[in-house]
């Protein structure tokens, strides 16, 4: 299986997406936001500075992050197709990472941008919830993904969290981050013609589909 990267503002749906490719296909799902929230359990210096940054809505240094990166690909569960979720933010983290991909011998894969319209992606954050132990990701907002019983997973009948950024100040800062420092990839892969748009403002079912169709011709 190829690896993927996902590009695409928060709260496009590439935690859910990727998800889906992980029950269907398998593949290893990595979110460094998640990578970055293990860390800020500590009570490190490190942990201290990255929640700071997280919930501002700024990045992460490009240090941290590819360091934490390189280690995660780097082990066996990532060998047959991996998920970048969250992942590459930044022109300077793409070329960081093709060094790194060149030093484990691996392959970009596709990338794809899951393009979404911005007032749908704030509904989609203030009303975001999701499961400490699955990580599925729920809407308290919206029908199609609520949970069967208010505030607990499907899956795992266990109370739902919200992040701390997902509040309507934090999304801000992060959206501006994401025009200023994200939107570049989009043109820096376009060129590489590794670039496949994704319209994802329709649900995940026919976004899923669109991924499929690419991945697999389905
Ligand atoms: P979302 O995409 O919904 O904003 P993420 O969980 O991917 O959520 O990211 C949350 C926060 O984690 C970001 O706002 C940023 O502070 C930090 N972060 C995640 N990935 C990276 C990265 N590749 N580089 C720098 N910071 C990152």
Same mark, same amino acid.
């Given at each position: 299986? +190829?690896?993927? !990267?996902?590009?695409?503002?928060?709260?496009?749906?590439?935690?859910?997406?990727?998800?889906?490719?992980?029950?269907?296909?398998?593949?290893?799902? !990595?979110?460094?936001?998640?990578?970055?929230?293990?860390?800020?359990?500590?009570?490190?210096?490190?942990?201290?500075?990255?929640?700071?940054?997280?919930?501002?809505?700024? &990045?992460?240094?490009? *240090?941290?992050?590819?360091? &934490?990166? #390189?280690?995660?690909?780097?082990?066996?569960?990532?060998?047959?197709?991996?998920?970048?979720?969250?992942?590459?933010?930044?022109?300077?983290?793409?070329?960081?990472?093709?060094?790194? &991909?060149?030093?484990?011998?691996?392959?970009?894969?596709?990338?794809?941008?899951?393009?979404?319209?911005?007032?749908?992606?704030?509904?989609?954050?203030?009303?975001?919830?999701?499961?400490?132990?699955?990580?599925?990701?729920? %809407?308290?907002?919206?029908?199609?993904?609520?949970?069967?019983?208010? /505030? =607990?997973?499907?899956?795992?009948?266990?109370?739902?969290?919200?992040?701390? @950024? @997902? %509040?309507?100040?934090?999304? *801000?800062?992060?959206?501006?981050?994401?025009?200023? #420092?994200?939107?570049?990839? =989009?043109?820096?892969?376009?060129?590489?013609?590794?670039?496949?748009?994704?319209?994802?403002?329709? /649900?995940?079912?026919?976004?899923?589909?669109?991924? +499929?169709?690419?991945?697999?011709?389905?």
């Amino acid at each position: 299986m +190829k690896n993927i !990267i996902f590009i695409a503002p928060p709260a496009a749906g590439k935690g859910t997406i990727s998800n889906m490719l992980t029950d269907t296909y398998h593949m290893t799902h !990595i979110s460094t936001g998640d990578l970055l929230r293990e860390e800020t359990s500590s009570d490190s210096e490190l942990g201290k500075y990255i929640k700071e940054q997280m919930q501002s809505g700024a &990045l992460v240094n490009d *240090e941290i992050i590819l360091d &934490l990166l #390189k280690k995660r690909i780097a082990k066996d569960d990532c060998n047959d197709g991996y998920i970048l979720d969250g992942f590459p933010r930044n022109v300077e983290q793409a070329i960081a990472y093709e060094n790194i &991909l060149k030093e484990l011998n691996k392959d970009l894969g596709y990338v794809f941008l899951l393009d979404v319209d911005k007032e749908l992606a704030k509904k989609r954050i203030v009303g975001r919830i999701s499961c400490p132990q699955c990580g599925a990701v729920y %809407n308290e907002y919206m029908e199609e993904t609520k949970p069967k019983k208010d /505030g =607990i997973c499907d899956k795992c009948n266990i109370s739902l969290v919200k992040r701390d @950024d @997902d %509040n309507e100040e934090t999304f *801000e800062k992060r959206f501006t981050t994401y025009f200023e #420092k994200t939107e570049p990839l =989009i043109n820096y892969y376009k060129e590489k013609g590794v670039l496949y748009n994704i319209p994802a403002s329709c /649900g995940k079912d026919p976004t899923f589909a669109a991924i +499929k169709k690419v991945m697999f011709g389905e």
